[in-house]
């Protein structure tokens, strides 16, 4: 059993379900607690066996609004987080920003690895204007992530 932690960022609520629909699918095996990246101080992510973002973008492919309290406290705080193992996965909308698409969960991932986090994986996304469920393609993401941690 591994200790997980799942933020997420969000302005409309998709990732927020999102993240719900990971964590009850890996609370079978695993201790997962689940929470808004703005309910969360940066240095308090230390500690667990593994950290999973999921972020929509909006702006100029910025993170979304629950996530940019977090984003200013790692420029403030300077937090160490050497060590700490993150996963990333963003929900983008690639038609409609090809340009910014992701950009808002690349560039939560890009802060946390510069104050030395491990990014375990590939950065997992979703194209909300595409085929398929966010949920399927989280979930298959998910696996993926923690048959490299186990
Ligand atoms: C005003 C606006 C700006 C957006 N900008 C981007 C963007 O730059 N890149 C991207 O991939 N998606 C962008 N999106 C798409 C959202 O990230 C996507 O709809 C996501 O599912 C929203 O999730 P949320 O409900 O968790 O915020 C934008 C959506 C809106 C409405």
Do not use: C
């Amino acid at each position: 059993m591994s200790q997980i932690l799942i933020l997420y960022g969000t302005e409309t609520g998709n990732a927020e379900m999102l993240a719900e629909d990971l964590g009850t699918h890996l609370e079978i095996w695993h201790d997962v607690e689940v929470t808004n990246l703005t309910d969360m101080h940066p240095r308090d992510i230390t500690g667990r066996d593994l950290v999973i973002i999921v972020a929509s973008s909006y702006g100029e492919g910025d993170p979304p609004s629950s996530a940019k309290p977090f984003m200013a406290k790692i420029d403030r705080d300077l937090p160490d987080l050497s060590g700490t193992r993150i996963a990333v996965f963003g929900l983008g909308d690639k038609a409609g920003y090809p340009e910014t698409f992701g950009g808002g969960s690349a560039k939560i991932a890009h802060a946390l690895q510069e104050r030395g986090a491990i990014l375990i994986g590939e950065h997992g996304l979703h194209d909300v204007s595409g085929k398929g469920l966010a949920e399927d393609t989280a979930i298959a993401w998910v696996d993926g992530v923690l048959g490299q941690i186990t």
